[in-house]
């Protein structure tokens, strides 16, 4: 996997003062994804670690369909308080892009759940991968976590270190978000 580094800078946020630093994934056709760390200085020996996937409709539009937004803020709240690092994937829409991501929106508007939308669309349920977040904790050279997430999946997929603790992420669903949030639950396993 061929990968560059930038430098770290400082990143001051309403939630703190974090550090930041980017990593530019080279993928196929010689496109580029450029992913996050964000993270607290020092790192303890064993941090809070949250592997977030990009949302930006509810990252940066605070989008009530879904329960990204409240999620990140959760995370950089804890990892403020208590050390640790996000890392933020570019994989928007569980990894089927934006423009699919608003179509699938569009789909579960006329009564597909989240699912049954990607699968209307041609693809899995959840397209992401992790590979990524082996490289990023390995540059750190962190061997052992607390994993900050509901979705088995991100247990089961990142490798490379010790996932000494399972942290639950805890929001309040709203009301366009429970049909959203029971998906997640009953077909993807999500801890909810």
Known sequence: MNVE??????????????????????????????????????????????????????????????DCGEQLEFALHMIQSQGGMVIYLRQEGRNIGLFNKVNAYALQEKGFDTVAANHQLGFSADERTYEMVEKILAHYGIKKIRLLTNNPKKIESVEGVQIVERLPIVVESNPHNEAYLETKKSKMGHLL
Do not use: M, W, Y
């Open 5 to 66: 580094i930038s430098d770290i800078a400082n990143l001051p946020t309403r939630f703190g003062t974090f550090k930041i630093q980017a990593f530019k994934e080279r993928v196929e056709s010689g496109c580029f994804k450029e992913h996050l760390a964000i993270f607290t200085d020092p790192l303890p020996e064993t941090p809070i670690v949250r592997v977030h996937s990009e949302c930006l409709t509810g990252d940066a539009f605070g989008s009530k369909k879904c």
